[in-house]
C-alpha cells in the first residue's frame, strides 16, 4: 500500500512547520540558539526527496558529495602530518569507489569496500609519502577511522534508499525523533548514565510507537517495528556519546560551530552510529 | 562604479574562483565587514601556499574587485610562462623579482594607490615553512608610510598550510579559515609600521589557532642538573637543596653520597640499590688511598657507578628533575685534566665529552686525545662511553683555602688530591670545562660564589633551574 504524496515530501512539509514553529520560538526568547541537529536534517530530506522525485543515482551521490564534506570536515580538524596527504588523498578517492558500488547494487563489494580495500590501500599509501615512520601508526589509525566513520557508515543510508526510499525516510525521521528527545532530555551537557536512561525512557516508547503507527508504509512486522523502534534511539545516544568525546578531543566546541570547525560533524553525529546497524537489521530480517 | 559589472574578469572571479574554492576547500570569512565601507585599502597576510592570494580574492568585496591587484613574485613564476598569462589577467599583478631586483615594486605599488586600486601583499616575501610566521620585509612599511592615509587591513589565513603547503605537488580539500583584523591607520615610522603589522597577525593566529588538535608528544626525558665544585664546596648540601625545593612540584631524584627521591619538600623512603651499595663501597676505597696512582682506579670505578645510579633512577622513579651531586662524565674530564694538565686545552677537552657521552665523534687509534687521556680506550673498549650529559650546571665556586678549612672542621681523613694545589688545579679544570659546555654544547651554565650565604646561592641556584627549565 504505498500513497499518493511520497513520505519524504510529507517529513519535509513537517520539519518546514517546525522549523518556522522554532523560528518563532527562538525569536521570542532570543537566548536560545537554533539547534545544530536541525540544521542537516534539511539536507537529508532533500536527498530523500531528490530519490524520490527524480532520480536514485542523483541523491547517492548528493549523499557522496555530503559525505566528502563531512570527512574533509574532520580531517581539517585531525592533526595529519606532511606524509600523511597521498592517504588522505586515497581516503577522498574512496567515495567514488564506495558511491560506485552503490550505485550498481553490488551489495557484495559495497560492504567490503572500505573495510578491506579503502584499509589496506590507505595505509600503503600513508607509508609510500612518508620518509618519516614516526607516527605512521597514529595517522593510519586517524584517516581510517574518519573514512570508516563518516564515509562507509554513512554509505549504509545510501544502500538503505536503494531498498526503499520509504525506509530511509523512516530511518531519517526516526533519528530525528531520538535527536529531538536528546536535545530537550540531555541538551548541551555531559552525557551520564541518568541523563542517557531518562532520554532512552522518553525516546524508545516514542519511535515504538511511531514505528508501529507507519506499519502500513513499512509492511514490517509488529516485531520487527518494536524492535527498530527500540533500536534508534539507543544507536543515537550511543553515538552521540561516543562522538562527543571525539568531538572535545579535536578542540570543537559545541557553543562555537562553525563550518570547519566541526558543525557538520556535529550536526550528523546522531546518523553515524544508528546508520549501519539499521541498516543490516533490515537486510538480515526483513528485506526479501 | 557601476561599470565593474560588464568586465568578464569579475565573473571569472564570481563564476569560477569563489564557488570552486567553496565546493573544493570550503572557506570561512570572519570579520567581512570590516572590509565593508572602505573606498581603498592594502590587504597584509601571511604567506603559506599559492591558495593565499586566491582566498584572499574571495574576501575582496565585488565592488573593488576589479581594481584589486596582488604583488607577485616573477622569479618564481617565470618558469611557468602560461600561468603568468593566467596571472596577469585575474589578478593584474604588480611584479616583483627577487634575484634580479631590476624593478622598483614600490613605486609602483604606490602609483597603483594612487590611481585607487587596492593591494594584495604577503610582507613575509615567500611562503617559508608551514604555520610559521617569518619577519617581514619592510616594503610593506615603506609603502604605508608614504601613503598614510590608505587604510591597512591585516588579514590571517589558516588552513591553507595544510591544504596546499610549500613541500606538497598537489593541494588537498581541508577547510581555509580567513580572519579579517580591523582596518588601521598607520603612524610612526617603517620599521615599527612593519612590526606593528606583524603583531597584528600574530594576535590573529594565537586566537584561531587555540585548541587545535595535537597529537600527545612522546614522554621527554627528565631533566638532568649538575653542581659541580672542588671537594668542600658545599655543593652536596647545595644540590639537596635544591632537590628539595624543586620537589614541591614533583618528585626529584637527588644522587649525592646516597641517592634520595623528594617529594613535596621531604625525603621518601626507599630501599638502596644494589648499585648504590657497590658504588659507596667503592667510594670508600677511593678515600683510602693512600697516592694518587691508588686513588686513581677505584675513583673511575666510583663515577661511572654514580652514573649508571642517575640512569637508573630516570628510568625506574620517574622523576621530574635529577640533581646530582656533582656530574660522573664532567667530574672525569677534570680529573684527566688534572693529571696532564699541561696539554689539555678546550678543544681536547670538547671531544673528551663528546667521546665519553657517545656524541657521534671517533677516536683514531692513534689520537692525540689518548696521549692525554689513556682511560679513554679502556672506557671505550667497555662500552662504558654512554654518560649522560647534564642540561644544566651549576658550579660553585669556592677558594681551596676556604675549600680546606672546611675539609678540616669535618673531621675526616684528609685523602690524598685534597691540597691546595691539586684542588686549584681542579678548580681551574671545572672553570675550563664550563666555557667549554656553553660554547660548544649549549648548556646553560652558572657559576655562584660559594663563600655567600648558602640561603642566597641556593635561592639563586633554584631561578636558573626553573629558567633552564623553561627553556628546554
Known amino acids: 500500500m504505498q500513497p499518493e504524496v511520497p513520505l519524504p515530501t510529507v517529513l519535509l512539509i513537517a520539519l518546514g512547520v517546525l522549523t518556522v514553529g522554532l523560528g518563532a520560538w527562538a525569536l521570542l526568547r532570543r537566548d536560545r540558539p537554533a539547534a545544530p541537529w536541525l540544521r542537516y536534517l534539511w539536507t537529508f530530506l532533500a536527498v530523500l526527496n531528490v530519490a524520490a522525485w527524480w532520480s536514485f543515482v542523483a541523491a547517492v551521490w548528493l549523499l557522496a558529495l555530503f559525505s566528502f564534506r563531512t570527512l574533509r570536515e574532520y580531517f581539517s580538524l585531525v592533526d595529519i602530518r606532511l606524509e600523511d596527504r597521498w592517504g588522505i588523498l586515497g581516503a577522498y578517492l574512496s567515495i567514488p569507489f564506495m558511491t560506485i558500488l552503490i550505485q550498481v547494487d553490488w551489495y557484495g563489494f559495497f560492504i567490503v569496500s572500505i573495510p578491506v580495500y579503502a584499509f589496506i590501500i590507505v595505509p600503503f599509501l600513508v607509508v609510500l609519502g612518508g620518509r618519516e615512520a614516526k607516527g605512521t601508526v597514529f595517522s593510519i589509525g586517524a584517516i581510517d577511522f574518519g573514512l570508516f566513520l563518516f564515509v562507509y557508515c554513512m554509505g549504509h543510508l545510501g544502500y538503505l534508499l536503494l531498498f526503499r526510499v520509504t525506509w530511509a525516510t523512516l530511518f531519517i525521521g526516526g533519528v530525528a525523533l531520538a535527536n529531538a528527545v536528546e536535545a530537550l532530555v540531555i541538551g548541551d551537557r555531559p552525557i551520564s548514565v541518568r541523563r542517557g536512561v531518562g532520554m532512552l525512557a522518553i525516546a524508545v516508547p516514542i519511535t515504538m510507537a511511531g514505528a508501529v503507527a507507519v506499519q502500513p508504509y513499512t509492511e514490517f512486522a509488529l516485531g520487527h517495528s518494536l524492535g527498530i523502534g527500540a533500536l534508534i534511539p539507543t544507536l543515537v545516544l550511543a553515538g552521540s556519546y561516543t562522538v562527543t568525546a571525539i568531538e572535545r578531543d579535536l578542540g570543537i566546541a559545541p557553543d562555537a560551530l562553525a563550518p570547519g570547525r566541526g558543525q557538520v560533524i556535529h550536526g550528523t553525529r546522531a546518523y553515524l552510529f544508528a546508520a549501519p546497524i539499521v541498516f543490516h537489521y533490515i537486510r538480515y530480517f526483513l528485506e526479501e | ?472
Not at chain 2, 45 to 51: M, P
Not at chain 2, 137 to 158: C, D, M, S, Y
Not at chain 2, 202 to 214: K, M
Open chain 2, 1 to 472: 562604479m557601476s561599470g565593474h559589472w560588464r568586465s568578464p574578469r569579475l565573473w571569472v572571479h564570481l563564476l569560477v574562483l569563489r564557488p570552486l574554492l567553496r565546493l573544493v576547500f570550503g572557506v570561512t570569512v570572519v570579520g567581512k565587514e570590516n572590509l565593508r565601507d572602505l573606498d581603498r585599502f592594502v590587504l597584509v597576510a601571511n604567506h603559506n601556499s599559492h591558495l593565499d592570494v586566491l582566498l584572499l580574492y574571495t574576501i575582496v568585496p565585488v565592488p573593488h574587485l576589479v581594481r584589486t591587484s596582488a604583488v607577485v613574485a616573477r622569479d618564481y613564476f617565470a618558469r611557468f610562462p602560461r600561468l603568468v598569462k593566467v596571472l596577469e589577467y585575474l589578478f593584474r599583478p604588480v611584479w616583483v623579482d627577487r634575484v634580479q631586483k631590476d624593478t622598483d615594486p614600490v613605486s609602483e605599488i604606490i602609483g597603483r594607490l594612487d590611481a585607487g586600486e587596492n593591494i594584495i601583499i604577503f610582507p613575509e616575501g615567500t611562503r617559508g615553512d608551514p604555520g610559521r610566521l617569518q619577519e617581514f620585509k619592510t616594503g610593506i612599511g615603506r609603502v604605508l608610510a608614504a601613503r598614510r592615509e590608505v587604510p591597512v587591513v591585516p588579514v590571517h589565513l589558516f588552513g591553507p598550510e595544510r591544504s596546499f603547503p610549500r613541500a606538497a605537488p598537489v593541494p588537498l580539500p581541508l577547510w581555509n579559515h580567513v580572519t579579517v583584523g580591523p582596518p588601521q591607520l598607520v603612524r610612526g615610522e617603517r620599521h615599527e609600521i612593519t612590526a606593528t603589522l606583524q603583531r597584528a597577525i600574530t594576535d590573529i593566529e594565537r586566537t584561531v589557532s587555540a585548541g587545535r588538535h595535537r597529537r600527545t608528544e612522546r614522554p621527554r626525558r627528565t631533566r638532568l642538573v649538575a653542581v659541580l665544585g672542588i671537594d668542600g664546596s658545599g655543593k652536596s648540601t647545595l644540590s639537596r637543596r635544591i632537590a628539595e625545593a624543586v620537589s614541591v612540584r614533583g618528585r626529584v631524584g637527588w644522587v649525592g653520597d646516597t641517592l634520595t627521591l623528594f617529594e613535596g619538600g621531604a625525603p621518601q623512603d626507599l630501599q638502596p640499590l644494589q648499585t648504590e651499595r657497590l658504588r659507596e663501597w667503592m667510594g670508600q676505597q677511593a678515600k683510602q688511598a693512600k697516592s694518587l696512582a691508588h686513588y686513581k682506579i677505584p675513583k673511575l670505578t666510583e663515577l661511572l657507578l654514580r652514573d649508571r645510579v642517575v640512569e637508573e633512577t630516570r628510568r625506574w622513579y620517574a622523576p621530574v628533575l635529577t640533581v646530582t651531586d656533582g656530574s660522573p662524565l664532567l667530574n672525569m674530564t677534570a680529573w684527566a685534566v688534572l693529571y696532564r694538565e699541561e696539554y689539555f686545552t678546550e678543544e681536547f677537552c670538547g671531544r673528551a665529552v663528546a667521546i665519553m657521552s657517545s656524541r657521534g665523534e671517533r677516536l683514531g687509534a692513534r689520537d692525540p686525545l689518548l696521549k692525554q687521556f689513556p682511560e679513554l680506550r679502556v672506557l671505550l673498549r667497555l662500552g662504558l662511553n654512554r654518560l649522560s650529559l647534564p642540561d644544566a650546571v651549576l658550579f660553585l665556586d669556592v677558594p681551596p683555602a676556604v675549600a680546606l678549612e672546611r675539609i678540616a672542621s669535618r673531621g675526616e681523613r684528609q685523602q690524598v688530591h685534597e691540597t691546595e694545589e691539586k684542588l686549584t688545579k681542579l678548580a681551574d679544570a671545572y672553570r675550563l670545562l664550563c666555557r667549554v659546555l656553553v660554547e660548544q654544547y649549549g648548556v646553560p651554565t652558572l657559576r655562584l660564589d660559594g663563600r655567600r650565604p648558602l640561603d642566597d646561592v641556593v635561592a639563586e641556584a633554584i631561578a636558573f633551574v626553573a629558567a633552564a627549565e623553561g627553556n628546554g
